[in-house]
Every structure is written in C-alpha cells, then in structure tokens.
C-alpha cells in the first residue's frame, strides 16, 4: 500500500467531492482509520464487511490487518475506479456496488465475520437496526456515529438519550464507545461530532418473533415518551399489559429497562 497516492490525491485525481444527499464525511488521516482497525480487531484471519468506505482511507487501514477477507459496499459508483486501485491482486479484496440497507451479507461471506465501518450519517441507524435483528449477525461491529447516536445506543434507563435504540440495542448486544472524533477530523467537517461504538451481539439474544414485538413495544412506549406506559401502550393492552409483564403501568418508558420491555415484548404476543 506504500506505493499509492495519499488518499487526498486521490480525491483530487478523480475529481471527486462528497455528496451531502449520501450523508458522505471523508476520514483521510491514515492515523486515526488505523486506530480504528485496532479497536475492531484482531480479525484472526475473518472476513470483514465495511460499508460507504467512500474513498478508501479506512479500507487502506483494513487491509493492513490480519483480516483474510475485504468486502466493500458502496452506493456511489463514483467511488468504484478509485476503490479498484486498492486491490493489491491477492483476493482479499471484493467490491460490491449496492445500497447496504438492501444487500444480503450471507451472500456476500461466509463464516464470522467483523463489520467496520465509518456509516454514512443518514442511514447509521437503520443498518444497524438490520444487523441487529435481522437474520445475519455479524460476530463484532465497530461503527461510527454521530456523537448523539452513539451516545443513544449506550444510553442507561433514566438517562436523556435513552430511548427505542438503546433498549433494542442492548437486548441484543453488548455496546461500549471506544473513541471520539472531532468534526474537524473529518473532509467536509460535519456540524456535529462523531464517535466510534464497539457491539458485540449477545450469543443469547431474543428470538426473531420476540424482536419484532419489542421493536413494536418500544415504538409504542418512547413514541409517547412523556406519557404513562397505560396511556402509550394502550393500543397494545396498556394496563393489563403492563401488569401481565409486572411493570408499573403509571411509570413512562424512559425509567423502564431492558428486562422490563423484554417482559412486555412477551406478553404483548400472549
């Protein structure tokens, strides 16, 4: 990789800029991607997934490591000659040119695999919605946010960011932020700040079914979040609900945690 242009000539080459539609902020200093990639690894020979690599310069840290396998999803093809130069002839590397929301990554690999990427700000939250609950789980994920996201996924009952990602979240995995990133860090700087999550899926997460009874829990209980869980349940049970679950109908969704909504994800299918 010594002998490529550094990621800003490349850009330059190619005339390529970011697009705001695609919610694109460019991660060029080689420092920071590659501490990155020692947060998410090591990889022990897996496969890796990174989404919206956009330029590279976190694909260029990826195939420094110990991974055996690269794949990268793009959606702005744009991007797709510049991503091309990376591959080094040694079949690590595949690129797939798809909307990430859409694709299927037990087509894409096999086996465990890591998922690291640097997510374009207006789809972070429903990507990670499908790993987490969809029917390919990846065995770590190590994501960027924007700093209010992340902040949203480690969130604790009672604190102002707790709400609907993080009860899904963390009844599904384990997640901790293991670094912060400062909008000038960033080609064009974003208005806010970032920061990097490390998840790690629970081995015993829900069930298919009792997932999408809990999306449809949360969804009713925080989309009403000042209410009581009567009032916001109430076209779920309300009261009988919350007491067939053994939690408080006159407490609000935001004091309630994690075990406490997997109650009423329960019950809510009984």
């Given at each position: 990789m010594t002998d490529l242009p550094t990621l800003r000539e490349s850009l330059e080459a190619h005339g390529l800029l970011a697009k705001k539609s695609f919610g694109q902020h460019f991660l060029l200093d080689l420092n920071v991607t590659r501490k990155i990639v020692r947060l998410a690894g090591p990889f022990e020979g897996r496969a890796v997934?990174?989404?919206?690599?956009?330029?590279?310069?976190?694909?260029?840290a990826l195939l420094e490591s110990d991974l055996s396998r690269l794949v990268l999803v793009e959606k702005d093809p744009r991007f797709l000659p510049l991503l091309s130069e990376l591959d080094d002839d040694s079949g690590r590397l595949t690129i797939v040119e798809g909307d990430a929301l859409r694709v299927r990554e037990a087509e894409l690999v096999e086996g465990p695999t890591h998922l690291v990427s640097n997510l374009p700000y207006n789809v972070g939250t429903p990507l990670l919605i499908k790993w987490l609950t969809g029917p390919w789980t990846p065995c770590a994920l190590t994501l960027m946010f924007q700093k209010e996201v992340a902040e949203r996924i480690v969130a604790r009952p009672g604190d102002d960011d707790y709400g609907r990602l993080a009860v899904i979240a963390q009844a599904t995995a384990t997640a901790k932020i293991v670094m912060h990133l400062p909008a000038a860090a960033f080609t064009p700087p974003p208005k806010v700040a970032s920061a990097v999550v490390h998840i790690v899926p629970r081995a015993d997460r829900p069930a298919p079914d009792l997932l999408k009874r809990?999306?449809?829990v949360t969804g009713a209980a925080f989309g009403q979040r000042?209410?009581?869980?009567?009032?916001?349940?109430?076209?779920?049970g309300g009261a009988a609900l919350c007491q067939a679950a053994g939690v408080d109908p006159d407490a609000r969704a935001e004091t309630i945690d994690i075990a406490g909504f997997l109650r009423l994800a329960e019950a809510c299918g009984t």
């Open positions: 997934i990174e989404v919206g690599p956009g330029p590279g310069g976190l694909t260029r809990l999306e449809r000042r209410k009581m869980l009567r009032s916001s349940l109430k076209p779920l």
